[in-house]
């Protein structure tokens, strides 16, 4: 046994049997179909890449649109600022109260809490005329006749030379007891 390296070459190594060329034959048509799937693969991510692009392209014009509109915002609101605040101040934030009611933020000196006047509470006033009562307003509503809405009570008001608002006759309408009834339009409705 000791000199014999080579095996001899048995009918099944050599040559093929059906069984093989089947397989073989399987391979190559499976081969053709993994091919289509493939190709069809492609199709479709080439079509997919192409609306992405469209997609793109469309993004990038309504960025530049979008980018002209906050431009347009601003500059209007910078011109309305300009108008709506000359000689108006706005509120000062000085510091915010924590939970414990201490307050943290803008620190003050006592030197300067001592030289400084004391802050005057400004009074609004009465945010209504003082013509304009809840009996007033009650007139009012039994004159029209029937149901009025608030604005139309406040036409009514101010055509009669006092300056009233629809907010201002909804909160004396229902201080003067009229009842409230909401129309079919969806207003609110006095009537008394």
């Not at 406040?154 to 201080?175: K, Y």
Request: hydrophobic share 40%; with cysteine; proline share 3%.
């Amino acid at each position: 046994m000791g000199g014999c390296t080579h095996m001899a070459r048995t009918r099944s190594s050599t040559a093929r049997s059906p069984r093989t060329t089947t397989r073989a034959r399987r391979d190559a048509t499976q081969g053709s179909v993994l091919v289509q799937t493939a190709e069809r693969m492609v199709g479709q991510i080439e079509a997919l890449v192409g609306e992405i692009e469209a997609l793109r392209a469309d993004n990038e014009g309504l960025r530049a649109e979008l980018k002209d509109a906050v431009a347009m915002l601003e500059r209007a609101s910078r011109a309305l600022g300009d108008a709506g605040t000359a000689g108006r101040r706005g509120r000062r934030r000085t510091g915010a109260a924590d939970a414990d009611g201490t307050r943290r933020g803008v620190r003050r000196s006592a030197v300067g809490r001592a030289a400084a006047a004391p802050r005057a509470r400004r009074t609004r006033g009465r945010a209504t005329p003082e013509g304009v009562t809840p009996q007033v307003v009650h007139a009012v509503i039994a004159k029209i006749g029937g149901e009025a809405t608030a604005a139309e009570i406040a036409a009514e008001i101010t055509r009669n030379g006092v300056p009233v608002s629809g907010r201002a006759v909804r909160f004396l309408a229902e201080r003067a007891g009229a009842q409230t009834v909401v129309g079919e339009d969806g207003q609110r409705r006095y009537r008394v």
